[in-house]
């Protein structure tokens, strides 16, 4: 396989965390700067969580680019549990030392990655070399830390809204690169 790149983005700052949340004015803002950054990068797709901020996210680049956003349910964000914790963030980084732990009504670290992953290897099966995958925090780190291992809670808790991931795949191997600072 020649060298192809992903593009993981975080979703710029939203209203909420729920699947109907937008962006913020300021999020608005930081969706266009993303476009402009994207600029002079090659761009063949672009996949999006189907959360609104996500596809909020993705919009300036896809009209920028004029292409289509494809939306794929399995970017949605991870599910921790259908009960609420107090002590979330804990339960979180449970999640991430135990990638099989689940809390009720929720999925394992191991069930949100493998979704996202199937993503990613689907995309790089096309022909397009470069594709921007548009999700959430959590998944987007479970994704990373497939392909390169180490990328875990506090990894997690240091991603910014929005924030940019480059991976760049070849024959044997993968590259994570950070490329988005606020």
Known sequence: MSSKRIYLVRHCKAEGQQPEAGLTVEGFGQARELAVFFAGLEVGA????????????????????????????????????????????????????????????????????????????EALARDQAHTVIVTHGALMSLIINHFTPGFGYDEWKSLTNPDVYRLTFSTESCKAERLWSL
């Not at 999006?48 to 289509?68: G, N």
Request: charged share 35%.
């Open 46 to 121: 672009i996949i999006s969580s189907p959360y609104k901020r996500a596809l909020q996210t993705a919009e300036p680049l896809s009209r920028e680019r004029d292409i289509a956003v494809e939306r794929d349910d399995r970017l949605r964000e991870r599910v921790l549990s259908t009960t609420d914790h107090p002590d979330w963030m804990n339960k979180l980084k449970q999640t991430y030392a135990d990638p099989d732990l689940k809390f009720e009504g929720g999925e394992s670290s191991r069930e949100a990655a493998a979704r996202g992953v199937a993503v990613i290897r």
